[in-house]
């Protein structure tokens, strides 16, 4: 049974979205649902421990052999990518249950397609993840889009229709420009496996048709990962998108998209041939600065709370990005860490802003006035998240922050470390304006609502502390992501 | 004449950027798909042709031919001409999902519309 773990963590959630689908509306649907993503966590959780314990494993698809069968591949970091987005499908899934009962405008009858869909966009992220095939990762990139569109688009404001529109053509259009660099490295290699590309890629690197495939995969994924500025899709998705929605799309979409960059561009074409002979870094290093930068300044100017995170997330990607054009282990550990964080704290801000929408029906400034003091325990797992973001010591954001400044002055690069630094106060800027609303302007009146129900709470809860106590205790977020550095760049054991 | 032997892929090229510009230029929501389908299907060719071998047959073992059309970059394309009907489809779910909210499927009608909600 263990030896089948890599493709347990594909197959179940494909299995039960369809089983999803077919049940009657109820509580046994989410209870399938919930069960599925429990076990999904449950499988990543055993895979990541096998693979630290024994190194990489190899599943061979069907029982074809890898060069011409479909192969899974699980190492440090794929294996540390699927815990992050399993335990986030899973938190975000004990938190939709009732956000999809009384907030989505779905009909009941209609209540299962929207886990069916949910279980859909999993298998597709986790499917990205675990393959070590470059075309089956095309396939299961498209799942998981096509079904986040759909996600997207069952947002109640009508802005959520063209918000997905407009994400499905950038979306596709990124997709194909993947699928077209695939081809053509399918064209000189005759291989699509992750390994035997890896082996064959050398001997013809220095031709205009591998150099063309690099070009297009760059393009493909930096559109997917949203990269600056290429963007533009994810502020709207991320707005009008329903809360649970947002809050497990911002926390694993982008950053399964930024896993299969690493794969390709490390993996793959090699850092030699990515960043000594293509020069990659020198085009995303200023790319993610001014990412990082633009993005933070036009997040203070958004009254709508939820925009105003979804433009923070560009600059998070940002940083990311910048983790990944240092090009040294310090650097890729940061920015590998912060996938880990950054799932973990903006899981936390937006289904805080998830509790807030609940109870009063919008995220915009003006609208939260007070709530601080009505829903203590919402505002209080924003800030958490919010001090996260900030990268404040003792929260899980500092300490990729850490290793990025650490990085950068590996390197030598002081300016951009103090740019780290002074955009984090950007951050304090943006923060500060929704806890300076929600804690000391007095609430209007007439408007006396509650705290948010239990069932938001104890989700929004469960990832707050997880973002302290990350912060305090290391050994995964940071140790294991230097693992995965290590993997990827090829060095150590 | 290598230039004129590479002709499917001038084909491709050509599609692609024909494709890609309907999406670009193009305000009609439908229209844009319409660029979006044949931006996709300039890849569905590529694929094709690239799996042609000058001289083979089609992959079935028959004991006379030896020279097989290589028919990997058929089935993979078979996938993505899936993705592409799926994609068409949920996009033209989406544009009538749009009709019914705003009244118009204009990209620059529903974009002064959403302004007019924002202010």
């Known amino acids: ?107 009941a009858s209609k209540q299962p397609w929207f886990y069916a869909t949910y279980l859909l966009c999993l298998t597709g992220l986790l499917g990205m993840i675990v393959t070590g095939d470059a075309f089956n990762v095309f396939v299961f990139l498209e799942i998981s889009s096509l079904s986040s569109y759909v996600l997207i688009s069952i947002g109640r404001d009508r802005r959520a229709l063209t918000a997905a529109y407009q994400y499905l053509i950038m979306g596709t259009i990124g997709a194909t420009f993947i699928l077209i660099g695939i081809g053509f490295l399918y064209v000189m290699t005759g291989t699509l496996n992750m390994a035997d590309l890896a082996a064959r890629l050398p001997a013809v690197a220095d031709t205009r048709t591998v150099r063309a ?21 994810l502020p709207n998705a991320y707005a009008y998108a329903p809360s649970a929605v947002t809050a497990f799309l911002a926390a694993t ?12 561009f490390f993996t793959i074409f090699g850092a030699q041939f990515s960043f000594g002979t293509m020069r990659l870094d020198a085009i995303l290093l200023p790319l993610a600065l001014a990412g990082i930068f633009s993005a933070s300044v036009v997040a203070i100017f958004q009254t709508n709370v939820k925009r105003m995170l ?25 920015a590998i860490s912060h996938l880990f964080n950054h799932a973990l704290m903006k899981g936390t801000l937006f289904m805080a802003l998830g509790c807030v929408s609940f109870r009063i029906g ?86 006396a609502t509650g705290e948010a129900p239990l069932a938001l709470l104890v989700p929004t809860w469960a990832l707050a502390l997880a973002n302290l106590y990350f912060g305090l205790d290391t050994s995964l977020n940071a140790g294991v992501a230097r693992r995965a550095a290590e993997a990827l760049l090829g060095v150590g054991p | 004449m290598q230039i004129l032997g590479l002709y499917n892929y001038w084909i491709f090229i050509v599609l692609m950027m024909c494709g890609f510009y309907v ?37 079935i ?33 989406l544009v009538v999902r749009i009709h019914e909210a705003y009244g118009t499927i204009e990209e620059d009608e529903i974009h002064a519309q959403s302004e007019d909600e924002a202010l």
């Not at chain 1, 987005?85 to 249950?97: K, L, P, S, Y």
């Not at chain 1, 297009?216 to 990269?227: E, N, P, Q, R, W």
Request: proline content about 5%; overall charge positive.
């Open chain 1, 253 to 264: 979409a982008t950053k399964v998209a930024i896993y299969v960059l690493l794969r390709f």
């Open chain 1, 1 to 107: 049974m263990t030896e089948h773990l890599p493709v347990l963590q594909v197959v179940v959630p494909l299995i039960a979205a369809p089983l999803c689908a077919l049940l009657r509306p109820g509580r046994a649907v989410w209870l399938l649902a919930m069960a599925t993503c429990a076990l999904c966590l449950l499988i990543a959780a055993l895979l990541l421990d096998r693979v630290l314990a024994q190194g990489v494993i190899s599943y061979a698809m069907g029982g074809w052999p890898a060069p011409w069968g479909i192969e899974y591949r699980v190492d440090a970091a794929n294996a540390y990518m699927l815990l992050i987005v399993a335990a986030i499908g899973a938190v975000v899934m004990a938190f939709a249950r009732t956000v999809v009962e009384q907030r989505i405008r779905l009909p």
């Open chain 1, 310 to 334: 979804a433009y923070s997330s560009v600059a998070q990607i940002g940083y990311m990005i910048l983790g990944i054009s240092l090009v040294s282990v310090t650097g890729l550990t940061a």
């Open chain 2, 23 to 59: 999406v670009i230029s193009r305000g009609n929501l439908v229209k844009k798909l319409v660029g979006l389908n044949i931006f996709q299907t300039s890849v569905f060719i590529l694929y094709i042709s690239m799996g042609k071998i000058a001289g083979g047959t089609a992959p």
């Open chain 1, 362 to 447: 919008a995220v915009s400034l003006d609208r939260m006035a007070g709530v601080g003091r009505i829903m203590p325990w919402t505002m209080g797992a924003f800030v958490i998240g919010g001090l996260s973001l900030i990268g404040v010591p003792m929260t899980a954001g500092f300490v990729s922050k850490w290793y990025l400044i650490l990085g950068a002055l590996e390197r030598g690069w002081w300016p951009v470390a103090l740019l780290v630094l002074f955009t984090s106060l950007l951050a304090v800027v943006y923060i500060w304006r929704v806890v300076e609303t929600a804690y000391f302007q007095p609430a209007p009146e007439g408007r």
């Open chain 1, 213 to 233: 495939a690099f070009a297009f995969l760059t393009i493909g994924i930096s559109l997917k990962l949203a990269l600056f500025p290429l963007h533009l899709w």
């Open chain 2, 61 to 93: 073992l028959t004991g006379t031919a030896t020279i097989y059309s290589n028919p990997v970059p058929h089935v993979l394309i078979l996938t993505a001409i899936v993705v592409g009907i799926a994609t068409t489809a949920l996009g033209l779910a």
